[in-house]
Structures are given as structure tokens and as C-alpha cells.
Nanobody
Framework: VQLQASGGGLVQAGGSLKLSCTASGRTFSRYAIGWFRQAPGQGREFVGSFDWRGDVTNYADSVKGRFAISRDYAKNTVYLQMNSLKPEDTAVYYC????????????????WGQGTLVTVSS
């Protein structure tokens, strides 16, 4: 599975962006999908995940209520809708996939896409 993340850019605080993560190589309808981010000088952190069993989503407290993950099975694409963006959301955003349930640890996610940069200006 190859993952391609896109949709990053520069946005003002309070604005919105929608990131996409498209898979190729095989359909990932039964894969967990995760979004992570890494701010400058910081470690990579969990943003949210999608569990295909019941379309269950889970979010970090820092983005809960502002970010939403959705999935288009026909396009083999997962989205991260980001609203009410804050300067502290500035980071490189990564998508990841894993067959089965969302892994608890970052190191256990099998497939990673390249990052897409989101910059939120104040």
C-alpha cells in the first residue's frame, strides 16, 4: 500500500483546510487509518484515527471538535477536515494505514505516506 497525502498549505487562524490521503496498490477498505503531525522541533503526535469496524473515529483532545476524519471508499481516499485552525496546528501532517484495528503505538502502524505541510498564520 502506498499512501499519498495532499492538501496542505498556508491558512489564516480560524480558517479551514481539508487534507487527503489516497491509497494505491490495493484497496484499504479494511485498514485502519491514522493521521499524525509533527510540528517544528517536536516529535510526531497522534491526531486522529478511523476504525473501519463501524466507522469509528478517535481524536486527540487538542483537535477534538475541530477536526473530522471521513472516508470515500470508492476513491480509496481518507480525508482530514480541519476547521477553526490555530497557529499551534502548524505541522507536517502524515497519514498512516494498518490492516485491522488502529494500533495503539505509532511504531506499529505499517504504512506511512509522505507528509504535507500545514502552516497556520496568526
Amino acid at each position: 500500500v502506498q499512501l499519498q497525502a495532499s492538501g496542505g498549505g498556508l491558512v489564516q487562524a480560524g480558517g479551514s483546510l481539508k487534507l487527503s490521503c489516497t491509497a494505491s496498490g490495493r484497496t484499504f477498505s479494511r485498514y485502519a487509518i491514522g493521521w499524525f503531525r509533527q510540528a517544528p522541533g517536536q516529535g510526531r503526535e497522534f491526531v486522529g484515527s478511523f476504525d473501519w469496524r463501524g466507522d469509528v473515529t478517535n481524536y486527540a483532545d487538542s483537535v477534538k471538535g475541530r477536526f473530522a476524519i471521513s472516508r470515500d471508499y470508492a476513491k480509496n481516499t481518507v480525508y482530514l477536515q480541519m476547521n477553526s485552525l490555530k497557529p499551534e496546528d502548524t505541522a507536517v501532517y502524515y497519514c498512516a494505514a494498518d490492516p485491522g484495528v488502529p494500533p495503539r503505538r505509532q511504531v506499529d502502524w505499517t504504512y506511512w505516506g509522505q507528509g504535507t505541510l500545514v502552516t497556520v498564520s496568526s
